[in-house]
């Protein structure tokens, strides 16, 4: 028989020797594994106290739901609302503005500025709009206002109140109806800055 076939090699020694071996508790690396989940935690505690700061004070986003803002907005736009701009400006004519609806909690309407404070506005019964006597000229609506509704008589704005329209003229219920009536200034949540989605819409307002 030749050598070679004698040759035995015991491997479960080895892997008994192996097995017995136990790694020594390493306090140091507890103290870094412990150090770096505080420092995580902390890093997302922080993440999620500005983000709420920012949602409640700088800017929200803002689903449209309806159809009064077309052709402008559509039904499912999203769309981020400054909510701090006009704590350094006056909200400005066609700025988009957000604001409650008086007689339903937790509802909010979108629309366009067209009257400013001090102004006197007037629509008459072709669907021109007058401000201070004379035509406004803008471009934001889709078809002729075919109801000019309580505008049709010269309506004097004060000096904190805005007369606001959706831009789908016909179908938006707006400063022309008592449900609305004029914006009070302390009543605008924000301007509608961005839209968001879709998109292919993506961009500023």
């Known amino acids: 028989m030749d050598d070679d076939e004698l040759e035995i090699v015991n491997i479960d020694d080895d892997q008994e020797d192996s097995d017995d071996k136990v790694p020594a508790h390493d306090p140091n690396r507890s103290k870094a594994i412990l150090k770096d989940i505080l420092s995580n935690s902390l890093f997302l505690l922080i993440v999620l106290v500005i983000t709420l700061l920012l949602v409640k004070y700088v800017g929200q986003r803002t689903v449209v739901v309806g159809h009064s803002m077309e052709n402008t907005l559509s039904d499912g736009d999203s769309l981020i609302v400054d909510k701090i701009g006009y ?3 006056d909200p400005q004519r066609f700025d988009i503005i957000v604001f409650p609806f008086e007689y ?3 509802t909010y309407y979108i629309k366009r500025i ?3 404070p001090g ?3 007037r629509i008459d019964r072709e669907g021109n709009i007058y401000i201070n006597g004379e035509v406004l000229q803008e471009s934001y609506g889709i078809e002729t206002i075919k109801d000019p509704g ?3 008589d010269e309506v004097t704005l004060g000096e904190d109140q805005y007369f606001v329209l959706g831009d789908n003229r016909n179908h938006s219920s707006d400063s022309r109806t008592p449900s609305v009536g004029l914006i009070n200034r302390k009543d605008i949540i924000g301007r509608a800055a961005v839209r968001i989605y879709p998109f292919n819409k993506m961009g500023g307002l």
Do not use: N
Request: glycine letters at 6%; aromatic letters at 6%; a positive charge.
């Open 87 to 89: 704590r350094f400006k």
């Open 104 to 106: 339903k909690e937790e």
């Open 114 to 116: 067209i009257g400013l």
């Open 119 to 121: 102004e006197k506005v």
């Open 150 to 152: 309580t505008a049709v």
